[in-house]
């Protein structure tokens, strides 16, 4: 058994879910758990169409009015034009609702936005069907069991597993088709993993399947050397460490989402990526332990919106207890803390999450001087090789001699370097470490 993900480009329209029956197709005697995201750009309409009517915006009708058009047309001659419609029947009483309430909860997001994934699923399989594939639909609500914590829930694995168990069993087709990002509680309350989430689906049913391989199809070639929407023409990386992918999903390679390789990790299941328009070319392989590189570095990734925060307290010269005291603050308000570099009498730290950073700075405020700088990004280069090449770090001051690095910060897991500069300076940087490392 494998699982297939395809994400929202590769389900895109009518055209591209013909490419993914083809590709499924060709895979079918490895009888495929296939997974799909949300048709192109829906989930962002959703949460628009969502936030419009929680402001009593009407418009937002005719927004979703366009979305359930688009859907019919892409599944025209597929005979599943009634169940589209009664999807967006139910959803135009949510929206309505929420219309009324004036208010757009995290429950309320996850409801609306589990729709796109719910109809793609649908249509994905009436497509495998009228092409002579035999699916089954499975309602991913039935068997990814979360916890309550809307649009960012935490799979309840043994939960999660013994469904998927006892629906792999009854399971009487080749081909099984589920919508990924969604799931629900123990009480059937509709939650989503969080954005990107549908890679993290696709691990979490290949290890309650003990598949032989998790497969991520997308709109590029696999990982490459650099994120391709700063620094385009980056070369595949055709290989890589479960420990090497994950730094990298982690710190913005929006490729795969930093928690998918953690149950493929736990089972020890190959995750490849691929292209879905170009699926002859072999992707990126990423196993437990990847043949070593012949360049220090495996991948460059960047994380962009960064916030730097600066804490100065003399206070703080020989006293202890004073990281403690402002971690405690960043954990009571949820905001995770990316990077870290701390001297004697100062702290500077970096968030992507500014919700509470006014709230952040005032609880700081009353023991510390604290200065924030909008506006930075980090470059974090990946590669297993780091500890062992001698003479990296050299290297990269050496490419950003002509940039001004606000913060460094060589991981804890030594296979990682990271770097804070202005987001001015963000294509400039990753431009001259790309020509370093690569060319
Ligand atoms: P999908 O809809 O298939 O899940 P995503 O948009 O979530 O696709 O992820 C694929 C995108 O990730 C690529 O189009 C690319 O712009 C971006 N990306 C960022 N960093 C990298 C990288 N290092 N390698 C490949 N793609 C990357
Ligand atoms: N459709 C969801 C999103 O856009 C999940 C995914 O595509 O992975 O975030
Ligand atoms: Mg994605």
Redesign the pocket.
Known sequence: MIVM??????VESAEAIGRVAEIVRARMERRPVVVV?AMGKTTNMLLEIGEMAAKGKRDCLAYLGELRDFHLRESAGLGIEKEVNSQFKELKALVGGLMVMNEMTPRATDAISSYGERISSSIVNAFFHKAGIPSLHWDSRCVIVTDSRHMQATPLFPQTYAKLDSYMKMAAAPVIVMGGFIGATEDGVTTTLGR?G??YTASIVGAGIGAEEIQ???????????????LPG?YR?ETCSFAEAAE?AYF??????PATVLPAIEKNIPVR?LN?RRPEVEG?LIVAEAPPSSTPIR????KKNITLVNIVSTRMLMAHGFLRRIFEIFDRFETPVDMLATSEVSVSLTIDNTRALAAIRDEIQEFAEVSIEESHAIVCLVGENIRKIPGTAARVFTALKDINVRMVSQGASLLNISLVVAASDLHGAVESLHREFFE
Do not use: R
């Not at 913005?252 to 989402?257: Q, Y």
């Not at 991948?299 to 960047?302: E, G, L, W, Y």
């Open positions: 993900k395809f994400g929202g480009t590769s995201s990107g549908s890679d991520i199809w997308t709109d590029v070639d696999g990982m490459l050397t650099a994120d391709p929407t700063i980056g990386v990298l913005g390679a929006k490729v795969l989402h990526i879905s990126t991948s460059i990734a960047c």
